[in-house]
Every structure is written in C-alpha cells, then in structure tokens.
C-alpha cells in the first residue's frame, strides 16, 4: 500500500526499439534452422505456463519462519522442495553433508573509555514485519568463522578496512597494533576487513553498516522505506577463502560423515581475531568517542557527527565465543535425464538457505527456479524430452561460505568434470535491470537469451534495457561501449554465489543470473529480510520474479536442446583482447605514478604540502615498474581469435548445410563441453590451490569482485615483477591449450 | 590550548627546494640591475619592521564590538583606522556615502503543515567566545536585500537551486511555480538562489547551511572545532548583482548626499521574492517533513535523513519586513604621494565592516594592510619615498554588495580611469597557501613576488607551497600543469571582494591575495567569527598575517618603484590562447552530448531506463551544437602573442641597455597603466552594461567564479549561436586594440 503514497504510478506508454523489437525469425545458437521453430515453440509454451502467484505462494511458505543451516525450518524447507520437484517428475535426492558451522554462545561489546557504553546487538520486533518477532528462532547477529577471543583495546577507524586504507593511515603515523579496528560495511567481501586487520596487528574487528551503505542516503528506512534502520545488522560469513571454499574442515573433499577432517586450529579459513557486525546505532556512540584526526573526505560515512580516526580515547573491549558444532546441511538435487546426450548436464542452482527469513536472499531466486523446474516438467508432461540431462539444485550452507554447493560439487567432481556442460545460478532477484556475469564463451548465448525475453513493464526486450541501464549509469568508458555496442559485454565472474565451486574449482563454464536497480535494498541479512518486505520494496507483483524464469528457462531449455552447443569462442577472444590492454594500461599507468610520485618525494612536495601542525609521514620512494613482456599473452590473444573465428565460420557454414554426422556432432559437443576445464591447471593460482581457473577468480583482497586473469592482475598488483612475467607466460600456455580445443572443435565441422 | 589537544604538534625539518631556494640574486621585473638591490634592501628593511603582535592587538581592537555598515562601532573603527593612517602620515580621509540598506523587522518561518515547527532564527551565547553574547549589537540572521514578503505554500527542496538544480527537477516532473524553495548554501553566490528560484515562478526562498556544506563534515563544530554549529547562520547580501554592484539605488554614480536616485521598487538589485537564510538546526524539521521523490545522490547533505524533494506535504510560513533605510558608511582613504610620478596610483584594499565581529572576514586582511602602511610609514621615516603614489584603503559596505569600494570607484571613476595603475585586495586570511588571483597581465610579477617571500614554517617559497598544494590537491590536468611549469598559472578573478568595481567596471589591473587552506573555516558570516575563534582556529600566531604582509608589501612597493612598471604580455597571451581552446573544446563536448542524447532520445533509451513507478519526464531533443568560427580570436591571441614577445625582447634588451630616456620612459608607463582599460568596452558586456571588462567577469548564474572571455563563454553556454560568433568578433577586436597598445609600448623601447 505505501508504495503508492509514495511514488505517483506512471508508466510510459512505449514504442519498442525499433532495431530490437522481440521477434521470433532470429537464429539461435547452436540451433539448426530445422530447430528452431520447435525451440521456439517450447519456449512459448515454456513462458505461458509460468505464474507468478505460485512465486509468491512459495516465498510465502518458504519464508514464514528463520531457516538458516542447519534450523528445523531449514531442513523442512529441504523437504518442501524435494517434494515439490519430486510431484513434477523429477529424480529428487536431498544429499547431505556434514560442516562446521559456528553460533554465537557469548556476544559482549562495550565502550569502556572515555565514557561507557554497552551495545545492544539486536534486531527488534517491527509491527509491519509479521516474521520479525520470531526472536527464539532467529540467529544473533554475529559473523560466522570469526575465532573466539575477549580482547579490550584502544579503538581505530579504518573506514573499509581494505589494504589502501591502511596506507593512508600510515601517511598519518597511525598503526592498529594492539588495537582494535572499526571498520564499515563495503568496498570488499566482509571476511577481508578482519583479514587484513589482523595482518597489521589489530587484536579485534568490528564492523558496522553505515547509512552510507545502505541506509537513509539511498531512502526512508524500514520500515517507512526499505533501506537499513538504526538497528538493523548485516550478519555474514568472514571465513578467509584465500585457500579454499566451502567447510573449512573439509578442503578439496566432499564433507560426509567420515570425511577425513582438518582439526579446526589448522584450518585456515578461521579468522584470525574475533569480529563482530553491529547496526549503526551501536556504532554511533564509539565513533563519537574517537578523537585523533578528522578522516580523508572519502572516509566519512552518513552518521551526524565528524569521524575521526583516533586510535582512542575510546576503549572497547569485545568477547565473543562460540558453540563449534559440526552440523547436517540438506542439497536437494532433482534430475530429469537427457535423452540424446545423458551424460552432457546442464545445472541450474540457487541456495535455500537464509540467514533469517530470507525472503529477498534467497528465496526471490529459488522460487523462480521452482516455478522453471514446474514448467519445465508441464512441458516435459506434454511430451518434450530434453536432448540433455538437466539438474535443478537448491543449495544449503551458502551463507556460511557456499558449503552445499562446493561440498557437492567436491564429492562429485570427477564426475562433473566429465559431464557438466554449464551451471546456471541465481541468488536474490527484484524489480530492474538484467544483471549477468560469466563465462565470457557463453557471451552470445546469454545475448541471444536476453535479446528474446521482454522487460514485463517496458515492453523491450531486457538486453535493450539493461543497455539503457549501462547508457545511463555506467562510467564514460562503460557508457560509450554501451552506444558502441548492439549487445552486451558480459563481465566476468567473482565470487559471492554458488557459481564460485563450479566455474572456479571445477572448470565449469558457469553464469549468474537476475534483476535488480529498482528495489529498496537495506534488509540484506537482517531479520527484515521478509515476506513483508519483499511485496513492498523489491518485486510486489513478482513480475521480475516471472521475467527471470523466462531467463532462466532459456538458459536450460536451449543448453539441453541444441544441436551443437552454444559456446562462441570469438566474443570470449575479444574479451581476453581487452583484458591484455587493460593489464597493459595498470603497468603503464603504474609506471607513470610510481615516476611522478618518486619525483615529488625527491622534490620534497609532500614535506611543502602537509599541514606543520598535524602529523604525517612522507612515502617511501618506490621501485620503479619495470616494463613487463606482454608478448605471450598478446599472442595466445591473437592465435586464439583466429582460431576463434574459423570455427564460427565453419560453424555457420555446416549449420546452414545441416551435413555433419551424428558421431561428429557428439565428438564435437564433447569437446565443447570440456573447452572451459581446458582454462583451469591442477595447481591453481598462486597460493590458491582451490582456484583452478586461470581466467576467472576473485581478489584477494576484494572478494566479490572479479579478477580477469586472476594471476598476473595480482602479481602486477603486488608489484611482483617476476611472478608477473613468469604468470603471464603461464596464462599464454592456458590460452594455448585452450585454443587447441577450439581448433579440435573446429575440425568436427570440416 | 584545545588545538595542541586535538593535534600533535609534529614540524618537520625540511630542506629548501633544490630549485628554489630563495635568494636575492633574482631579477624583479620592472627593475634594471641598477635599481635592484636598493629594492631588495626596501623589502627587506620592509620584512624586519613587521610585527605578529600588532595584528592581534589590531584584531582583538576591531572586533570587539559587533561593526556592521552604518553600525556604531563601525563608524568607530572607521576613526580609529583614519587615526593610525594619519599618525604614520599619510594623508588620510573618511569619505562618506549614503546608501540603501535594509535590517530587519519582522523574521516568521514556520512549518504549517503536517506538523507545526517555528524556526529559532538565533545564534546562542557560548562561553568559550567573549564576543558571542553581544545580542544588542548584533544585526539578526538575514539576506539583505531580499524584498518584503509574506508566503505561504508548500516547500521544494532544489539542491544549490542553480539553473541545472531545475532541470533536473524538470526531469522529474517538478516545478515550483507557487511554491517555496529551500536550498543549502554553496555552488553558486548566494544572490543566484533567490533569483533563479523567482524565474521559475517560487515564491520564496530558503537558504540554509547544510553540515556538508562548512559543518561537521570537515571538523569538529564550533566551540569544540571551528566548523560551523546546528545554530550558526550564514548571514549575507542577495543582491542581483546582473546589472550592476554597489548600492542598488545609484548605479554607476557614486552615492552622495545628493546623488540622484531611484526609486526602490525601479532597482534590478533587490529579490523578487523573499529570502531568509538559516542553521541547519532549522532546516531539520523542514527537510524532515518532505516526502516526494528521493533526491539524486549528488543532491544529498549531511543530515541523517533521507532527503526527499517535494512538493510538500510540508507546507511553510515565512514572513519577513524590513526597514529600508538609507545609511552613512565610511571609506578610510590613506595616500602616500609619489615623487616621480604621483599621478601613477598604486591602490590597496581591503574592507572593514562585518556582519558581525568579522575576526576573519574582514579584519584578518585589513590588519594585515594596516601593517603593511605602517612599515612603509617607517621606510618613508627612514627617508624612502615612492615613485608612485600608494593608496591604501579601508572600505566599508563590502558585505552588502562591495558598496563602499564601488562608491568610491563610481565617484572618481574618470580619475581612476586615468591614474590608477593596479588596484592590490585582501579580504580574509588563515593559515595555509597562497591563493593569488586577478589581471594577467600581472601573472609573472605576483609570481617572483610568491617566489620571494618565505612561508613561515615551512622555510620554502610561498609560491613553491602553492605549487605543492596544486600537485597534491588538483583535478588531474591541473596537478599535470603544477608538475610541468615551474611557476604558477594566474587564475581570473569572477567576484567576491571589492577587486570587482575595479576591475570589471574601471578596467583597473587588479590582483587579490590572501592564504588559506589550514583552518577550520565554519564561521563565515555568523556571530562565532570572532577574536577567539581565529586565536583557535585560523592563524593562532599570526604568522600567515605577517607572510601576506610580505606579499602585499612587496606588490606595494614593486609596483610603487619600478622603473617600468611590471605588467608582461606573453603570460597573458598564452592564458588568452588557453582560454580561446578551452572555449573550443566546450563547444565540441556540447555538440558530441547534444548528438548523443539526441541519439539516446531517438532510440527512446531514457523511456527504457527510466523506474516504471516513478514520475519522470522525457527530455526533449536539442538543436545541433553548430560549428562556430573561433577563427578571430585565434588570429587575435596569435596576433597579440607575437606583439608580446616582441615587447618583452625590447623590454629585457632596454633593461640590460638603460638606455632609456625618462620621457620615454614616462610614455611607456603610462600605455602600461592604460593597457588594462583597452580591454574594456563602454557598453559592458550583453545585458551587463556595468561590467565593462571583456576578458573577465562574475557568472550571471555563478557570481563568484569567474568566467573568462564571458560574453562568449555565456552565449555558448545559453547556446545563443549567432551572440557567440558575434561576441567572438568583438573580444577578437578588444584583444586587437589591446595588442595595439602593446605594440606601441614597444616603440617607446625601440
């Protein structure tokens, strides 16, 4: 009902694009001429089946009491869904498995200097929000893998406690050893702020959600609005996944009963020192305590007073301790068997597990891969057989640290290696923009997908608009590609969702999926993450909720169905093309830095610049960058586009003449199936053994966000300049090998 | 005591720069070899006599008491000025004007609706500041020159409510036709919100200082920090400044007893609709009861709300009366006669009123200029006497709208036109950096004047701190320039001090100095600008007093004795031929935007991106940037380029030569001191016919910052294409003239 008080509803009456009206005579990949018609049929019937009031009734009941891992309702909701893909014809396990999984026995954060305050730590009872009064079931607000610890310290504001900020406070003389570190939440996956504090000494973390985040800058908070109230608290994993994935007992192996396990003080996926997320009125009075410098400008948050760094005079002390328990997490995996092609698998995957309710995280995905799974088998029940096999999954453990999904994919990886063509998942879906991140040899593919879908308010299709999204809010480089281009540029993947264990431990060209630009989001692991919520702020007529299972059952049906599988290699070629240029242009552009930074430390500019009343420390001269060969890389770039590109014409041509033999068309899929492992090495990245995959990985130090070329990006980074050229040739022989499969492909066609 | 609390007190040893050490081996334009050590002797008997101490004692006198214009104490600091000018023996004058200036009698804001909320209007006592509690002198928290009104209707919050504010309310759906505005202080003069919020049809105006703006963003606030408190109010003047500065009554005359006026309801200068100024504790409430559209994120303050637009439901009350008096003020004229060439005025400035106590704005700079005349007083004792005559001035009814200074310029205008060769101003001063700005024919003498004195702690050139701040603190073009030349580009003057009547209606070369930077500036125009506030926070030791001292002196005394007065012409053409492409490239950015979002429209990219439930309009194509034929002012700034280094080889080769005649050199002195008035017209710029100055002028919609070659600048900006090509043919032909004479201040070197 508010959302109509507060926006007038207005909606534009609209011509389609008039060079991307959705029309049916377009060719899709992997799809003969012959096929098409059929495919595009299914597809119809695929979208008028769909309903969104099954959506809604599902999140409803998915959502109606806290199911985080291991909870009662969690499992009940494991049992839900198997039963729901069971009824439509599926093969349904629940596959379980058996982690580490810490709660919250001692939670105590308090200022004790200069005046005293004790925080409170929890999420009240909000009339609007029918589920948030559930207190016995919910979760304390806490980070998961933190250690124990009980540590009292003077207090240090390290804004978002990523490795550059610690620079700046160096600049200003200010270390945190011995100290504990308030940092806010952004800018870098959670589990990096105690990871780097902990690396310079600080003997505690805690982490809060400014209103800068997402909180009242964005709009009115909950429940008034849908962004981030006072008390609100994002939990979260801090597990450190430098090393590993998934249960931290359980590295590289699927974590059954007897599994063999790490003893816990030998994992090293376990913080350091003890953190802990508060809301920002928790927060509130220990930054007001902090004296010391006034923060750099890009420091400040939304709070009313002025950040300062300190350290002190505010003292806080932090205990925490924690029930260690080993736990029982439910996969449920649903199968229907391909007819043609068995063993070729295609997998769509969300997690079921919530932090609390978790209606938007993650139920807003997992009802609309229920509702393609329904349709799918209405389909399937009106005769259609897919070619190839297709898995529906729905993980458990994801918050903790995608533990279903890579405990899966870690018990089943010879097998996945061999048979797992793509895996497709999604996560929290609302009302906007098609948002896709991949495998960049699936590029075409999700092009063409979202070229054929049509945004459910606009009337264009939902690339046009995700184009006009890019037109309009990307950066000026971002913007002019957008006008450049006539489809999109699909960006890489980091981690952050399921997708992560597929794509980077198992070499699987994978995808992640879904809408969102228009939603209220501030409720992100809070107990407001509701049912009550979502009809108000994220997707009220689960419209976007239909408009991606129309996504999502392309994906599927079009991966199961086609002839020859539509992996395009030239896109991919041309992406690799920008990232040499890009990591060609960081060198250049460190060069240029480390020069002009070097001569003001030479010409005493710092000493001329800094404020004689306060304290600062003039920067170290740097080493200068030396000029890298990137001629490795440059050429695996250009022989792989060459290649690229002869397979798409000999593709094209036998596409059109509709001649090659059935035994040629499996040898070629296979090899196509496979072409993503041939980007991965046993050994993985450098200090990362479990990311195998040399194109694709997160930072380090980011967590979300994507690396391209993973290892030379974070040598060069690092200014290690050797471990640069030595990585770059490493990735060039990748390319290569990858590039002899495209060849491979190439001569099936001939 | 506080700021050695909050700040370790941490110098650093420094090095002087390898290339610019100061030294005393450096030619002085204007100066041959003969002259130059008994100038450098000047400076530097100059230098010894200065005292720290009588800045303070000169401070704390002035500010005691509450001296606005017409104010007791005002009259009272005007004799004690005239007093300590005629004790050191200049011939000193109080010259009087009457003008119109209105104080308050009836401040009503109010919210009517949905709640009721009465705004304080007031500044409270507070005990750390001795002057804070003189409520019965201190004029009330207003905008002078706003008209009576009495409004009331719903409230608008606009941003800056500079022009594109409204447009982007436009694109939203949003007029504000029979509403009242609220816009925080920043961006623009302030005179430009009113003014732009009546053409768009409101109503009234509310002006308010959000903590983004000098609060508690940047520092701890006032008495605990120096930035700006919840109370604190920033009064000052509206007045619309289009047509003409000074007292709105009598433009371009000066306004005697008898000067004919007119009417006040005929004055451009006074607001169409009411204004009244307030703290942000007062414009919480306000803001607080908006509802409507979120604002764009550029938009947002520091508050901790969500700031939303309107209209309304808040709806508000304001009411304001004023008496419209006409009042005395007092200009303090001191004169030191020249012996070669007494009709050669070297005039510096610098005004006396305040809004209130004005610790910082103005008598940090007049107390500095006071010390200045004093030393010169003590060389003229010790028997120096100037070539030229020295005028220093104390100008009062700055803040109201430069009316003291515009008065007397009006008033001896053909004099002026005559005789002045440059005109020197200060206004505030604080701890920091150089911050030079003005004519540009003046950009290599104010740069060996900056290369010449020392700044205070830091034992390098105050010029190579500006450059240090330049390198560090720049956008990147700017940083690139400050690394590449070694001394420092001259920025424009727009307005803001008393430079302005000068300047851009005399044609007087014209320089304003001042350092800063280092403080804790959220006192500005509020009864806390007082004489504890700077003791704390601006230049506790008045050091940076003494240093600009040094720099006003020295522009004294230079321009006082050189044998040939300093203005060099290849500076200026090559600023002239920077600003020509800048004018260029301006141009070309409009015609690429104007093409792609012509494009974007076409291809109905705004429809497609736009939140289907919110209310936006589609902008609406524009006419193509047309190309414009810069080809005269190219040929000008080549023309007057090449006239310029012709100059200055005669200039160097007749200054190692002496060979000079004195009649000559009288000649050539004085096409230098008319040069500047080559670059005016009559007739003023388009539609400001006051501002008679082709190269530099205020914004119409800007006010403080300049624009350089403004008519055209302004007609490309408003796309008025064929004004452009006409103004770029009138500029070219001013810069013609102007290279005339420089051509014939070269023939007298011949």
Not at 488 to 511: E, N, V
Not at 549 to 564: H, I, S, T
Request: aromatic share 10%; net charge negative; charged share 25%.
């Amino acid at each position: 009902m508010r959302i109509s008080v507060v926006f007038a509803i207005f909606v534009f009456v609209l011509f389609p694009f008039l060079a991307s009206a959705i029309s049916d005579d377009k060719p899709i990949l992997g799809f003969s001429e012959k096929q098409l018609t059929a495919q595009r049929d299914l597809e119809n019937k695929f979208d008028s089946s769909l309903n969104a009031e099954n959506l809604r009734e599902w999140m409803k009941r998915l959502s109606a009491r806290p199911h985080h891992t291991s909870s009662p309702y969690d499992k009940d909701n494991a049992d839900f869904l198997a039963g729901l893909f069971s009824s439509w014809g599926y093969e349904t396990q629940i596959e379980q498995f058996k982690v580490l999984f810490p709660t919250p026995k001692t939670r105590v954060l308090e200022l004790v200097a200069p005046e005293t305050y004790k925080a409170e730590l929890s999420e009240p009872t909000v009339s609007e929000d029918a589920t948030s009064g559930q207190h016995n079931e919910q979760l304390p607000t806490y980070n998961a893998y933190s250690t124990d610890g009980d540590v009292t310290g003077e207090l240090v504001y390290v804004n978002y406690g990523i490795p550059k900020d610690y620079e700046d406070l160096h600049l200003r003389g200010i270390d945190v050893k011995g100290k504990l570190v308030i940092a806010r939440y952004g800018a870098s996956w959670r589990g990096v702020k105690p990871k780097v504090a902990a690396e310079h000494g600080a003997i505690g973390c805690i982490i809060y959600s400014d209103p800068a985040g997402d909180g009242y800058r964005y709009g009115d908070v909950y429940p008034r609005g849908g962004y981030r109230n006072e008390n609100s608290v994002q939990r979260g994993s801090v597990m450190d996944f430098t090393e590993h994935d998934g249960d931290p007992l359980t590295p590289f192996v699927g974590a059954t009963e007897n599994a063999k396990r790490l003893r816990r003080q030998d994992s090293s996926a376990i913080t350091k020192i003890p953190v802990l997320p508060i809301s920002y009125k928790d927060a509130l009075p220990l930054l007001r305590a902090l004296e010391g410098p006034v923060v750099p400008q890009e420091w400040r948050g939304d709070l009313p007073i002025t950040y300062h760094i300190g350290p002190g005079p505010a003292k806080v002390h932090l205990k925490l301790e924690f029930n260690w328990d080993l736990v029982p997490i439910y996969d449920v995996v649903a199968r229907m068997n391909g007819t043609t092609y068995p063993d070729e698998w295609i997998i769509r995957g969300n997690h079921h597990d919530a932090w609390v309710n978790g209606a938007t995280d993650p139920l807003s995905g997992m009802v609309v891969l229920l509702e393609e799974a329904r349709a799918i088998s209405e389909l399937a029940k009106a005769g259609y057989k897919p070619k190839r096999t297709i898995i529906f999954a729905g993980w458990d453990g994801e918050e903790q640290g995608l533990l279903g999904s890579t405990e899966w994919v870690e018990m089943h990886q010879d097998e996945l290696r061999q048979k797992a063509v793509a895996y497709v998942n999604s996560d929290s879906n609302s009302r906007g923009f098609l948002d896709v991140a991949g495998s960049q040899t699936l590029e075409k593919f999700i092009n063409q997908v979202s070229r054929d879908v049509e945004d459910p308010y606009k009337k264009i299709s939902v690339q046009q608009r995700a184009r006009a999204y890019k037109m309009m809010e990307g950066d000026p480089a971002a913007k002019k590609e957008a006008r450049d281009r006539e489809d999109l540029r699909l960006p890489a993947l980091g981690s952050g969702s399921d997708y992560t264990p597929f794509l980077q431990f198992a070499g699987i060209a994978a995808l992640n999926i879904g809408f969102g630009g228009e939603e209220e989001y501030g409720q992100y692991h809070s107990i407001y993450d509701s049912f009550d919520h979502y009809l108000r702020f994220m997707d009220p007529e689960f419209q976007y909720g239909v408009t991606l299972a129309k996504v999502g059952g392309r994906c599927v049906l079009r991966l199961a169905n086609a002839d020859v599988l539509p992996f395009e290699f030239t896109g991919f070629a041309n992406d690799i093309g920008a990232y040499v240029t890009e990591l060609k242009k960081l060198t250049e552009d460190m060069r240029e830095e480390t020069e002009i930074k070097n001569t003001m430390i030479q010409q005493k500019i710092f000493e001329a610049y800094f404020d004689p009343t306060k304290k600062f420390v003039v920067p170290e001269a740097q080493e200068p960058v030396p000029h890298l060969n990137f001629a490795p890389l440059e050429n695996a770039a250009e022989n792989l586009e060459q290649l690229a590109k002869d397979y798409q014409k000999e593709y094209s041509d036998a596409m059109k003449e509709e001649k090659v033999s059935a035994e040629k068309m499996q040898k070629l899929n296979s090899i196509l199936m496979l072409s993503e492992r041939a980007l991965t090495r046993t050994e993985g990245l450098p200090g990362r053994p479990w990311f195998r995959h040399q194109i694709y990985a997160p930072g380090v130090y980011t967590g979300y966000a994507a690396k391209a070329l993973p290892s030379v990006r974070e040598a060069i980074e690092q200014k290690k300049w050797k471990a640069a050229e030595d990585q770059i040739k490493m990735v060039a022989e990748t390319l290569d090998r990858f590039a002899e499969e495209v060849k491979k492909a190439k001569k099936q066609l001939d």
